[in-house]
């Protein structure tokens, strides 16, 4: 079973702006995980957060995690046509086993 | 640098057959990981590994094997391929410490026909 949505599913953006992709999940995790797949090729992890922190950062990349809301936000500031890419959240709860939950991913598609 | 070979990139095979995926990672990994990835259903688990010789079930387990004979090497067997198992599959492993994410192949694109 997936454990959330993305939303949106789909975003177009010109270079230079910058892009906000949300996740939400279903259940209390361990940690929350941001993953990028260019086109029809492997997946490429991204940043992690876990569940006590609020806001990470990594380069052009600002993650922030609000467990009340079970919800995560992932903002990559002045987007270059080399972000163009599908990027997914995933989640690891707390029964062991480290395994990823996926969601169904945001495409995100930066214009020149 | 770590790597996890998927041993074909694109497999076509006929229905009934029974076919085999082959995951191999370099990094002494305990867990391996094996998905499969469909237009809009995301990243879906169907089995792992958390062990030599050990297995568990992730959410779509039904139609598939797996086998872990040694650390390396995680393969996912089709008993018979049916053509609803046309997809993309992606293995991963991962240390279970130290390190913060998966790493993945690069996917194995199957078509049942």
């Known amino acids: 079973s997936q454990q959330g949505e993305e939303d949106p599913q789909a975003l177009s953006i010109q270079e230079g702006e910058n892009a906000t992709m949300n996740c939400s999940y279903k259940?209390?995790?361990?940690?929350l995980q941001w993953y990028r797949q260019n086109s029809g090729r492997g997946l490429v992890h991204l940043i992690l957060i876990r569940s006590n922190e609020r806001e990470k950062h990594s380069g052009r990349l600002r993650v922030t995690l609000d467990t009340s809301k079970k919800s995560s936000s992932l903002l990559i500031t002045a987007s270059r046509a080399a972000d163009t890419a599908s990027y997914f959240c995933?989640?690891?709860?707390?029964?062991?086993?480290?395994?990823?939950?996926f969601g169904a991913g945001t495409r995100l598609a930066v214009h020149p | 640098d770590v790597k996890v070979t998927q041993s074909s990139r694109y497999l076509v095979k006929r229905t009934g057959e029974k076919v085999f995926l082959e995951c191999v990672q370099d990094?002494?990994?305990?867990?391996m990981f094996w998905y499969r990835q469909d237009p809009g259903l995301g990243l879906r688990l169907i089995y792992f590994?958390?062990?030599?010789?050990?297995?568990e079930k992730g959410d779509i387990p039904e139609g598939y094997s797996v086998s872990r004979e040694k650390k390396e090497r995680f393969s996912l067997i089709l008993e018979s391929a049916s053509t609803n198992q046309t997809s993309m599959y992606l293995c991963?492993?991962?240390?279970?410490?130290?390190?913060?994410?998966?790493?993945f192949g690069s996917g194995t694109r199957l078509t049942v026909v």
């Open positions: 990094m002494d990994h305990e867990n």
């Open positions: 991963a492993s991962y240390p279970g410490q130290r390190v913060d994410g998966y790493t």
């Open positions: 995933a989640t690891v709860g707390g029964g062991g086993y480290n395994k990823l939950i």
């Open positions: 259940t209390s995790i361990n940690n």
């Open positions: 590994s958390y062990d030599v010789k050990m297995k």
